[in-house]
């Protein structure tokens, strides 16, 4: 079964645990720096065309609620983005200029948020995400995790007066991946969101935010970075060998190094054997009235350290998935 109506995943809770306890699991040789190698031009996006589009195919998907997908589903038209079946889009999937900042000689930028994150029309009164998709699985099959993949984005995370006025999460940058268990070929969701801490359910009177590491082997979100200032943030994941996952995170735009490294785990005990995609998340309350924060992202963008050639759907064993 593809992504397009497996992809899940639920809202965070934030666990006791330092990003020390996710250093000390580290398997030498097997943490490295996401954006190493070579890119997969296949698939990501720069944004750079000025005709940049996205078909919403409307009524969106709401199977995680009330068991309606609403085919067919939204996609861009380069065909490199698009609506899963369990969750519907975002409300707002639209090229924009590059804020300042931004990666040198970047025009243009995605912007996505979202009003209904829920069923359409019928508001929860909670918190719910939509999610966007970039097409990996389609154009190049899966990549085993023997070719070290990793990903890389550029985010632009807006001043604090300009959030949704809610504690919670807002922003995630996640990836799907394969592990075999017990249960067989079993899919699993890493990643890392961007937390607000509202200054209106705060006795300090000020917005704080941070990064939040899905997930440590107990499957326990873990606290991560604060974020001491707005701005561009580049933000990156990579899977090695071994199946562990590692997190990078720096303010700016520049390329990740080592220094960038914030945890390593094996998220909820699984071992990653192939990597099939990587999407963004935007949460919001969905009561009707209350618009998700505003997020801007750059250049999201595969790459593979070892290997050379297509990671074609013949050579992925995508028959025993579907």
């Known amino acids: 079964m593809s992504i397009r109506v497996r992809l899940a995943g639920g ?26 190698g070579h890119k ?16 919403y195919n409307l009524p969106k998907s709401s199977q995680n609620i009330d068991h309606q997908s609403r085919p067919p589903f939204g996609a861009s038209a380069n065909g490199r983005w698009f609506e899963p079946a ?47 998709v970039a097409d990996v699985e389609d154009k190049i099959g899966t990549i085993a995790v023997g070719r070290m993949p990793s990903v890389v984005v550029r985010v632009f995370v807006p ?81 090695g060998q071994n199946g562990q996952v590692n997190y990078y995170i720096k303010p700016g735009v520049e390329d990740l ?11 909820y005990g699984m071992k990653a054997e192939r990597f099939e995609t990587f999407f963004f998340n935007v949460v919001n309350m969905d009561d009707g009235k209350s618009w998700s924060t505003s997020w801007i992202v750059d250049d999201p963008t595969i790459y593979v350290r070892s290997g050379g050639g297509r990671e074609g759907t013949a050579n992925a064993g995508q028959a025993d998935r579907r």
């Open 86 to 132: 369990l969750r519907g889009q975002p409300d707002v999937i639209k090229r924009v200029a590059t804020p300042p900042g931004g990666l040198p000689g970047s025009k243009g930028s995605l912007l996505i948020k979202t009003l209904w994150s829920g069923i359409p029309g019928q508001p929860s009164y909670k918190p719910q995400q939509d999610d966007l």
């Open 257 to 267: 190094t080592i220094k960038d490294h914030v945890a390593s785990f094996f998220p």
């Open 11 to 36: 809202l965070l809770w934030a666990a006791a645990m330092t990003l020390a306890a996710g250093r000390t699991g580290i398997a030498r040789g097997q943490d490295f720096v996401p954006g190493s």
């Open 159 to 239: 001043p604090f007066d300009e959030w949704e006025k809610r504690t919670g999460n807002s922003f995630g940058f996640r990836c799907g991946a394969f592990a075999n268990t017990r249960k067989g070929n079993e899919p699993y969701w890493p990643g890392m969101f961007i937390c607000l801490y509202s200054k209106v359910d705060s006795e300090s009177g000020k917005d704080s935010a941070r990064f939040i590491i899905r997930s440590d082997e107990s499957g326990h979100d873990v606290p991560g970075p604060w974020i001491t200032k707005t701005g561009w943030w580049t933000i990156g994941m990579s899977f």
């Open 40 to 55: 997969i031009a296949e698939v990501g996006d720069d944004f750079e065309d000025p005709n940049w589009t996205y078909n």
